[in-house]
């Protein structure tokens, strides 16, 4: 089993920013794509970015890109999320979660292709 833990979340203004980080502990796997999801309250959880295994291709939804930058240390097994010109939109429950994969350049976008996912941190951004 893989535990993944969030941490980061906070209060926020508008036009602020807030570096969420996950650590990856337990089962190890040779290599695995990580991602960013959120879900805000009566809303689907919805992509927000993700990373492949070898940290070269990533992938940003839409209302993020440009803001949000997701980053990878495989070394220390964690994913960070740096989120700047925070919105108040961008509120919500942030997840990690991890896809184990063979193929080192993949991403993974959707929430059916991850195997583990994180508890959640809580972003809140005032207008």
């Known amino acids: 089993q893989v535990q993944l833990v969030e941490s980061g979340g906070g209060l926020v203004q508008a036009g602020g920013s807030l570096r969420l980080s996950c650590a990856a502990s337990g089962r190890t796997f040779s290599s695995y794509a990580m991602g960013w999801f959120r879900q805000a309250p009566g809303k689907e959880r919805e992509f927000v970015a993700a990373?492949?295994?070898?940290?070269?291709?990533?992938y940003y939804a839409d209302s993020v890109k440009g803001r949000f930058t997701i980053s990878r240390d495989n070394a220390k097994n964690t994913v960070d999320l740096q989120m700047n010109s925070l919105k108040p939109e961008d509120t919500a429950v942030y997840y990690c979660?991890?896809?184990?994969?063979?193929?080192?350049?993949?991403?993974?976008?959707?929430?059916?292709?991850?195997?583990?996912w994180g508890q959640g941190t809580q972003v809140t951004v005032s207008a």
């Open positions: 990373i492949s295994w070898s940290g070269v291709n990533t």
């Open positions: 979660a991890v896809a184990p994969t063979l193929v080192h350049t993949k991403v993974v976008v959707t929430t059916g292709g991850y195997d583990y």
